[in-house]
């Protein structure tokens, strides 16, 4: 059974600070590893993918993989209140079409 | 900027009943997936379809879903017979690019909350 791991949170972080969210993953047979922010009620958004080790900066947004590990990161740099929503990591495995996602960690930017 | 609409943005309707959720992908992408969200519950692959036929379905994609790309533009989602578990928004996504490749980005439609009573 493939599995994706966040921390439910809520993560909690003061306007300015980095957020930092992690997410595990069951198989090793992965290819490609996703963020994503969803808003209450709203369906969600890209924000960053990743597909070898290493880290990978977008403006604020900066993924990291180890796959030695099962473990990719997001960390968001210079939060601000508008941040504040729940984080999706996902992931697709070698081969297949399936997307699967973590629970989402939810993020409170505190102004 | 293309977007993913979806119809209804909120379908009630009775268990028993049948349902067809909507979607238009954005037009010039070749693969097509559903998700669904129970509420407060993760998103969950339901199935991906590229060239009218399913590409990967999930073990929720059962005999009473089915899906079709009717014309060049709507892409379906059928609920045969609706249970009350089946209450969830319902997301559908289109790429350009198979999934997992290394420019694959799949854009969401806003979503069709269904609710069964």
């Known amino acids: 059974q493939k599995e994706v791991e966040q921390n439910s949170g809520p993560l909690s972080v003061p306007e300015g600070a980095i957020a930092s969210l992690n997410c595990t993953y069951s198989d090793r047979g992965s290819q490609s590893f996703f963020w994503y922010r969803q808003y209450s009620g709203k369906s969600p958004e890209l924000i960053m993918s990743i597909y070898s080790n290493g880290d990978k900066e977008d403006g604020r947004f900066t993924a990291q993989l180890n796959k030695a590990s099962q473990y990719v990161s997001l960390l968001i740099r210079d939060s601000q209140p508008s941040d504040s929503a729940t984080y999706l990591c996902?992931?697709?495995?070698?081969?297949?079409?399936?997307?699967?996602f973590g629970a989402g960690t939810r993020l409170f930017v505190k102004a | 900027e293309p977007e993913v609409t979806q119809t209804p943005s909120h379908q009630v309707t009775q268990m028993g009943q049948e349902v067809i959720l909507r979607c238009v992908p954005i037009s010039n992408h070749l693969y097509f997936y559903w998700y669904r969200q129970i509420l407060g519950q993760k998103v969950e692959f339901l199935v991906s379809?590229?060239?009218?036929?399913?590409?990967?379905k999930s073990e929720i994609f059962d005999d009473q879903f089915s899906v079709e790309r009717p014309d060049g533009s709507n892409f379906t989602l059928k609920i045969r017979s609706t249970k009350l578990e089946d209450s969830a928004m319902y997301f559908c996504?289109?790429?350009?690019?198979?999934?997992?490749?290394?420019?694959?980005?799949?854009?969401f439609g806003p979503g069709t909350r269904l609710t069964v009573l």
């Open positions: 379809f590229y060239n009218n036929e399913i590409s990967e």
């Open positions: 996902a992931v697709i495995w070698t081969g297949g079409f399936k997307t699967i």
């Open positions: 996504a289109s790429s350009d690019i198979t999934a997992g490749a290394s420019t694959d980005t799949q854009y």
